[in-house]
């Protein structure tokens, strides 16, 4: 294997290691406060919270996930009064999800503890070496999305030359 391959293989490795940091962290954390539901829901406030009100449909196609993955998050997240679902006004037979205020500020309480975690585990970092790796891992992330034939999804942390 030349040095290119073995450095993409290296890169895989530990953005993986860092994958499965960042998942027992949410497992964690999520499962110490809310007994039975999934921490994949977490992130599924999240996303309401990023992108507002949206259909399932879209919920899963944005997380690249199937449907019935999403509409079981969903399930969960009404059944804690996290989230709010209501009839789309153009077509009743689908749902618009919108966090409710509860999950909006269960969704703020569980970001600061993670926002946290993460400045506790960076704690040595310049601030400059944190956004550079965020910018670095942006780029990738988008590369990564349009090598699977998926459209870049425009971030707010893009450095700006590449969110044209």
């Not at 530990?14 to 940091?21: E, F, I, M, S």
């Not at 110490?32 to 899963?60: I, K, T």
Request: hydrophobic fraction near 45%; charge should be negative; aromatic fraction near 4%.
């Amino acid at each position: 294997m030349g040095d290119r391959e073995e450095r993409a293989v290296q890169l895989m490795r530990a953005l993986r290691a860092a994958g499965q940091l960042q998942h027992a962290w949410i497992t964690q954390s999520w499962q110490r406060e809310h007994d039975g539901l999934h921490p994949a829901a977490a992130m599924l406030l999240s996303e309401l919270h990023v992108h507002g009100e949206s259909r399932p449909s879209e919920l899963a196609k944005r997380k690249m996930v199937d449907i019935s993955v999403v509409s079981r998050q969903i399930a969960q997240l009404a059944a804690a009064g996290l989230i709010v679902r209501r009839p789309a006004p153009e077509d009743g037979r689908a749902s618009l999800i919108s966090l409710s205020e509860t999950g909006l500020a269960e969704l703020e309480r569980w970001r600061a503890l993670h926002v946290d975690f993460i400045q506790r585990a960076l704690a040595d970092w310049t601030d400059d070496e944190v956004e550079g790796l965020t910018d670095r891992l942006t780029l990738m992330n988008q590369g990564l999305r349009e090598a699977l034939g998926h459209a870049p999804v425009p971030c707010a942390s893009a450095p700006a030359e590449k969110r044209k």
